[in-house]
């Protein structure tokens, strides 16, 4: 594949992960299956159509893997070791941006070794990209990992049109100015053509940073990036780049699909009735990560029952929380933090027929997260800064009952689009109780009225549709690949 001289891909996806989990069986067999995720069930159909190839890491460390094809997609593996992994995407990328970007919830770390590795690994990334684009090729780099590659790709391959979509929040200047390597960072995004974010508000952060750090003129969505080397604010010769809002959504025909299977739902059936058929059953799916505010769901949770307004007779919360970035002190920290209060919880309000909270410290396959879903009368997403929280969104695209009910926060990405949920400040507890209950009391037709309101935003704007928006950005309309529908 890139051992033919010419590189050749029109279409280019760059990601941290590869979207594919490496297997080896006993007798040294290998098998590459495809992690289930929205980007590439977005992305899938497109890149079959225009001749695309997926550079990424694959997942193991230390390890050369050839370029190979799974699924109809090409797959360039980008080789990291064990340091990189430490240094470039434990921390810089999760212990120091990853914080910082999320309002400062937890400390971020400002070490030098972790940003070398971080420059070190775009570099790779950027090479990787660099070297099967072929000419004029469109290439989508992903996420607060490879906020570099932009500018290493336009320096190696000024002939490429490079978009750049950020999955997580875009700090306000304040925070960000905190960022020992900011100009560096801000400077390899300007490398890109378009800068995706999530919320109107990230695009207005990522700009004011641009004017206050760089000084560059900017109208609305346009930045002009002077392209000479002179100073700062100069003005000639410049590049028009964009930096605009791109809402990411689900696959929402899947998932539909799934919760009308009859096997889904007699499991949602089958896990009511395992935890006792509850008057009211409230779920919370997260990555086990101090963002998506599982403590203040819990002492909320904790003290409408000690309060006697909510009783374990009545409702049971099921809280799933995958493990996540399990090496990284903060999460170790969190995960002792959360288990601890979920064990007093039980210890004191459960009784031997009735459970407060169901913790699942476990990934679940789709089919049961569904299942899940289809069960919950209530959905709490808490989080205290989300790019966007996907679980809301695959909440309502599974409720095609048009039943249940969204408590979200409203500073998750998914709160603008989404504004039929109770939108909560998961900060103010007293709030966010009073929320709880109402949900849990809400009529029927109030309901309905909300879900199907709910319902129809996230069916317009799917993730195919996002995709396809982003991509249309970034060619402007001209030299659209093959595969993408209008609007
Ligand atoms: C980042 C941004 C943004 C979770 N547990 C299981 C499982 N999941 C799936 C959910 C959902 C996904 O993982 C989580 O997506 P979120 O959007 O909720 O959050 P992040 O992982 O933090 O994602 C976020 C997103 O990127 C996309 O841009 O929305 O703001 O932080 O799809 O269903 N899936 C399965 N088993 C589990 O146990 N199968």
């Given at each position: ?169 875009f ?24 800068i995706?974010f999530?919320?109107?508000?990230d695009a207005?952060n990522f700009t004011q940073a641009v ?32 930096a ?244």
């Amino acid at each position: 594949m890139t051992s033919s001289a010419e590189p050749t891909y029109t279409l280019v996806v760059v990601s941290n992960r590869l979207p594919v989990d490496y297997d080896e069986a006993a007798d040294g067999a290998v098998t590459w299956r495809t992690s289930p995720g929205g980007l590439v069930t977005a992305l899938e159909p497109l890149m079959r159509s225009s001749h695309g190839a997926w550079v990424g890491w694959p997942g193991v460390a230390d390890r050369d893997f050839e370029p190979f094809e799974n699924d109809g997609i090409s797959l360039v593996p980008v080789r990291l070791n064990e340091t990189d992994i430490e240094d470039y995407y434990e921390g810089f990328s999760n212990d120091t941006l990853w914080p910082l970007y999320h309002d400062v919830i937890a400390p971020p770390s400002f070490h030098r070794e972790t940003w070398d590795a971080y420059v070190r690994v775009n570099r790779r990334f950027a090479a990787a990209a660099a070297a099967v684009a072929a000419p004029g090729a469109t290439v989508w780099v992903h996420d607060y990992q490879l906020q570099l590659v932009p500018r290493m790709l336009r320096e190696a391959r000024p002939d490429l049109v490079i978009g750049f979509f950020n999955h997580i929040p875009f700090p306000p200047y304040g925070i960000y100015a905190q960022l020992p390597w900011r100009k560096q960072i801000l400077h390899g995004l300007l490398g890109a053509d378009v800068i995706g974010f999530q919320r109107v508000a990230d695009a207005g952060n990522f700009t004011q940073a641009v004017r206050r750090l760089f000084g560059y003129p900017t109208r609305g969505v346009v930045i002009d990036v002077p392209t000479g080397d002179g100073p700062i604010g100069q003005t000639g010769d410049s590049r028009r780049v964009i930096a605009k809002h791109f809402p990411i959504s689900i696959d929402a025909a899947s998932y539909e699909e799934l919760a009308r299977r009859p096997d889904i739902q007699a499991r949602a059936r089958q896990i009511r009735e395992d935890l006792g058929n509850p008057k009211t059953l409230m779920l919370g799916v997260d990555r086990l990560d101090y963002t998506k505010g599982i403590g203040h769901r819990l002492k909320a949770f904790g003290e409408l029952l000690a309060d006697g307004r909510l009783s374990v007779e009545d409702v049971t919360l099921v809280q799933v929380a995958s493990p996540s970035r399990e090496r990284v002190s903060t999460y170790m920290a969190l995960r002792d933090e959360i288990e601890l209060a979920v064990g007093r919880l039980n210890g004191d309000f459960s009784t031997i027929s009735h459970t407060a909270i169901s913790y699942h410290h476990h990934s679940y396959p789709r089919e049961e997260m569904v299942a899940m879903y289809l069960a919950a009368d209530v959905m709490l997403v808490t989080a205290l800064r989300d790019g966007m929280n996907l679980v809301a969104k695959e909440y309502v695209a599974v409720r095609f009952d048009v039943d249940g009910v969204l408590v979200l926060s409203e500073f998750a990405g998914a709160a603008d689009e989404l504004k039929q949920a109770i939108l909560i400040n998961p900060h103010d507890i007293d709030g966010t109780k009073d929320a709880i209950v109402r949900a849990v009391e809400m009529p029927k037709r109030e309901r309905t009225r909300r879900m199907r309101s709910l319902r129809r935003k996230v069916a317009e704007n799917d993730v195919a549709a996002w995709s396809a928006s982003f991509l249309r950005a970034l060619t402007g309309g001209a030299a659209v690949p093959a595969g993408i529908p209008d609007d």
